[in-house]
């Protein structure tokens, strides 16, 4: 099971940029997938996270800008992020809670960093 994130890159301040993060290998279920991100001497932070039913919750800081989604049939998980500022600069970590084939319960698997860049 690995997770493939992609999407990343500069953009300058209030533009947009969406993320995607795909799980692939011998999935049996995924729960809870969500973004995380670290900036530079900061401690990772949670983003935002959806569930298997498309219940989601955000930071404080993201609300009204970024939008969680997911794709079920794809084992996909979308970030879309309007308005970026400077402070979003960070690198941004996929996570997904899932059950693997063969497995009786879920792990917590993280994809690759994607660096986004917030910067005129």
């Known amino acids: 099971v690995q997770l493939q994130a992609s999407g990343g890159g500069l953009v300058q301040p209030g533009g947009s940029l969406r993320l995607s993060c795909a799980a692939s290998?011998?999935?049996?279920?995924?729960?809870?997938m969500g973004w995380y991100r670290q900036a530079p001497g900061k401690q990772r932070e949670l983003v935002a996270s959806i569930s298997s039913g498309g219940s989601t919750s955000y930071a404080d800081s993201v609300k009204g800008r970024f939008t969680i989604s997911r794709d079920n049939a794809k084992n996909t998980v979308y970030l879309q992020m309007h308005s970026l500022k400077p402070e979003d600069t960070a690198v941004y970590h996929c996570?997904?809670?899932?059950?693997?084939?063969?497995?009786?319960?879920?792990?917590?698997?993280w994809g690759q960093g994607t660096l986004v860049t917030v910067s005129s």
């Open positions: 290998g011998r999935i049996f279920s995924i729960n809870i």
């Open positions: 996570n997904a809670d899932l059950k693997p084939w063969g497995q009786w319960t879920d792990s917590v698997y």
